[in-house]
């Protein structure tokens, strides 16, 4: 019987398989990581005790009721025509503000509503007064 | 005189730096994706078409309304009156911050009304109502 000599071990760890080890990884955290932007209506509001006197002339009142009805300058408006009537409002007073005033118990699609058809009447001056 | 024999060219591209690539690129990878850090509130968000991006998640602080007017901040339910304190310290810590309200869209707007006076009062200005994407029809 025939011994056979023992192989000579070398401390070497293969290297071969390690691209794909690392590749398995990256592929994971690709995966893995959900790239969720966030979207929105941005604003900004009015700094803490900046309340301003505003000539009554420029002011346009927008009002949201809490059955979700909208009135703009005293009268009730659909939502759909929000926009052309703001633009109308601004083509003869380019210094208009839009004041936005809601009911404590109106919806808040309803507003986000009203005020994304003031931003796409291009309406850059809003103002966000106090619920009542 | 001895004329050497040309050797044979090897055309193979070396491998071994490879997991060193693919190393640096996962990386790159962790390093740029900011994880979504807060699970929130369930609420369906409202739909709007003149929608902006937010310019950085890293400057970014959410506040989730639910429906029956919970307010939840890093997973924290808070009264109304304690927003003031919360947004005064990530504003104090980042004077870049914008906060991204994510409120139900059958929330009061009661509720909203007093997230947008703490955020006066918190001196937290700049307030992105976070939205779908509405197709214009």
Not at chain 2, 69 to 76: P, R, V, W
């Amino acid at each position: 019987m025939a011994i056979r000599e023992r192989k000579a071990r070398t401390g070497a760890i293969p290297e071969g398989g390690m691209a794909d080890i690392a590749f398995l990884l990256l592929v994971f955290f690709l995966v893995t990581t959900t790239i969720d932007m966030d979207k929105g209506l941005g604003i900004i509001l009015p700094a803490e005790g900046q309340e301003l006197e505003i000539n009554k002339k420029n002011i346009l009142n927008c009002l949201i009721s809490s059955s979700g009805a909208v009135l703009l300058g005293g009268e009730p408006v659909e939502l759909k025509d929000l926009s052309r009537r703001v633009q109308e409002e601004l083509r003869e007073n380019d210094k208009l503000i839009v004041s936005v005033k809601a009911h404590e118990k109106a919806q808040y699609d309803v507003y986000i509503e009203v005020l994304d058809q003031l931003k796409l009447a291009k309406a850059t001056r809003i103002s966000i007064a106090e619920t009542e | 005189m001895k004329f050497r024999r040309k050797s044979g060219v090897e055309s193979k591209i070396s491998t071994s730096s490879m997991p060193d690539i693919i190393f640096m690129l996962l990386i790159f990878f962790m390093v740029t994706t900011v994880l979504r850090e807060y699970s929130g509130l369930p609420v369906s968000l409202p739909k709007a078409e003149r929608i902006e991006k937010l310019e950085s998640k890293r400057h970014t602080s959410d506040i989730w309304v639910s429906k029956d007017g919970l307010i939840s901040i890093e997973d924290k339910l808070f009264n109304n009156d304690d927003v003031r304190h919360i947004m005064y310290e990530k504003r104090a810590a980042d004077p870049q911050l914008t906060v991204s309200l994510k409120a139900d869209q059958s929330a009061r707007m009661e509720v909203i009304s007093g997230v947008h006076n703490e955020l006066r009062k918190a001196d937290a200005l700049k307030l992105n109502y976070s939205t779908k994407v509405k197709v214009p029809n």
